[in-house]
């Protein structure tokens, strides 16, 4: 009877050293989110693309006569609103800091979605499903 209590003991102080360290690296991951939030700044969603185009003039154009003499290049940020594309047309200053604010939001994403994957980790671990999914 001794030997199946220490066994039981053993697996208990095992999960609870797991359950422990699963807490700290949560807790240093919050720690973490709540750092980058303050460092990053203004945060957008999409992406940019620069784009060059024909005009509608058809006479005495240089974008007619060759498709690398194209007008631009034209700077558009793009995201998903409601369900649809919406584009924005850019200035180059604008182009520099709207690249910025993507990136920052592609940074927060990031560490959101390891946050995510930790907090389903630890309500495994608590509600005894760990492994599972």
């Not at 058809?58 to 558009?76: E, K, Q």
Request: hydrophobic fraction near 30%.
């Amino acid at each position: 009877m001794c030997h199946a209590r220490s066994i039981l003991k053993a697996k208990s102080t095992k999960r609870s050293q797991a359950s422990s360290e699963r807490s700290e690296r949560y807790d240093r991951l919050k720690q973490e989110l709540a750092s980058l939030a303050t460092q990053v700044g203004f945060a957008l969603p999409g992406s940019v693309q620069s784009r060059f185009f024909e005009c509608t003039r058809r006479n005495n154009c240089r974008c007619h006569d060759d498709p690398a003499n194209r007008h631009g290049p034209y700077h558009y940020w793009t995201r998903t609103v409601r369900g649809k594309t919406v584009s924005v047309g850019l200035t180059d200053e604008q182009l520099a800091v709207v690249r910025q604010w993507i990136e920052n939001g592609r940074t927060l994403e990031r560490a959101v979605k390891q946050m995510q994957e930790e907090s389903l980790r630890a309500l495994a671990l608590m509600s005894g499903t760990a492994g599972t999914k």
